[in-house]
């Protein structure tokens, strides 16, 4: 039985969770929210999960380390320097950094790297998101995750053949993926697009498409309510407390 400590407890996530806590029989140690103090919360537990926003990241890792616990970070919309902390506090504690604590999200990553490898280049893939109107980041973290398992799968960088609805020059690459909007020109081979849906109260559905000439296949996954969210991060936990430094994923969990 663990103590867990949510950041971000007040939010519908959070309330989902201290549910999944009590129903996997493990204590809750307490919660915060913005305005809170990690530090004080990191201390009365044995792991903590944070779902809260990018911003408060670095003092949550900071207060995970002085109390020496896991954490569990189901926070989305991070930058290259979140997970630059993230590195440097897997040094020191266990963490486990995740898109989505969903076991079924989990397994779909795995049969899309699968996929993604054994289809071969000749098959385009696209990733469509679709989520409530109230989602702030676009790609969604469980788009971004998927995305990611489809560029291994092909021995890639997902930032080098990303596109996400926005001009940039992919590094070391002699192509530019540009806007959806207007005249874009063919598809640039090899690239992983992504589209995003935002409408109604849509928990989370994601679906990768490989499309070849004269075929399609689909691997999907619908969330019908965000317990399976909670349940997965409590599962999560669970298996992160007592483990020893390191970054760890949901495939851990899983032992994919």
């Not at 400590?5 to 307490?30: E, F, N, P, T, V």
């Amino acid at each position: 039985m663990a103590r867990i400590g949510i950041i971000g407890s007040a939010g519908r996530m959070g309330r989902a969770l201290q549910d999944a806590i009590a129903a996997a029989g493990h204590d809750y140690a307490g919660g915060i929210d913005q305005g809170g103090d990690p530090a004080a919360l990191a201390a009365l537990s044995d792991v903590l999960v944070d779902f809260s926003a990018p911003a408060a990241l670095e003092g949550n890792l900071d207060a995970a380390i002085a109390a020496g616990v896991g954490i569990v970070v189901g926070t989305t919309g991070l930058g290259e320097r979140h997970h630059w902390l993230i590195d440097a506090a897997a040094a020191t504690i266990p963490v486990l950094q995740t898109g989505n604590t969903s076991l079924g999200v989990t397994l779909l990553a795995h049969l899309v790297r699968e996929a993604a490898e054994r289809l071969g280049p000749d098959w385009d893939i696209e990733i469509v998101e679709t989520h409530h109107r109230m989602k702030v980041d676009a790609p969604s973290g469980t788009a971004l995750l998927l995305g990611e398992a489809a560029a291994a799968g092909r021995g890639e960088d997902l930032r080098d053949v990303a596109v996400r609805g926005r001009v940039f020059v992919a590094r070391e690459r002699d192509f530019a993926a540009r806007e959806r909007d207007g005249l874009t020109g063919a598809r640039v081979p090899g690239t992983i697009g992504f589209a995003s849906l935002r409408g109604g109260s849509v928990a989370g559905d994601h679906a990768v498409h490989f499309l070849a000439d004269s075929e399609r296949l689909t691997l999907s996954h619908m969330a019908e309510d965000r317990g399976i969210f909670a349940r997965g991060a409590v599962r999560a936990a669970e298996w992160l407390t007592g483990r020893t430094p390191g970054r760890y994923t949901m495939a851990h969990v899983l032992n994919l």
